[in-house]
């Protein structure tokens, strides 16, 4: 049985969390669960989500990333983050793109670490060298 899709190609982010996602090395994009997923060999980003228990609720423009545990902690005192149903207990963190106008840069900045956090150490050898000759250009 396959999950019905929990998403439109409008939805609000998107077409910019794919273009961040898909900018990096051997990054993928794959429906999963009725959602967006952006993976090289594991996923380091995903489109939508929702809480889960007494006060569960859903974020169709959300983003679900794994960032390192120092940004996690930070990330638990800002309300447009929430921790994501079956993913939070994993270290997962998810943002509301709703909640507030969104600083792109930001999610960038989330996303290239949830991707340093998930993908093969040579792709992340790949995106510092791009770094590296963006840098020196």
């Known amino acids: 049985m396959t999950h019905p899709l929990m998403f439109t190609e409008d939805d609000f982010g998107l077409a910019e969390v794919r273009r961040i996602c898909l900018a990096l090395p051997g990054a993928t994009e794959t429906i999963s669960f009725g959602r967006p ?77 949830s991707y340093r956090n998930t993908a093969p150490r040579r792709l992340v050898a790949q995106l510092d060298e791009r770094a590296g000759r963006a840098a020196s250009g």
Do not use: C, N
């Open 37 to 113: 997923w952006f993976r090289v060999k594991t996923a380091f980003a995903v489109f939508g989500g929702g809480t889960s228990g007494p006060e569960r609720r859903m974020f169709p423009s959300g983003l679900i990333v794994h960032p390192d545990a120092d940004t996690r902690l930070a990330l638990l005192q800002d309300p447009r983050f929430f921790v994501p149903a079956y993913m939070g207990p994993s270290g997962w963190m998810g943002l509301d793109l709703l909640a507030a106008p969104v600083d792109w840069q930001e999610v960038a900045e989330l996303v290239d670490e």
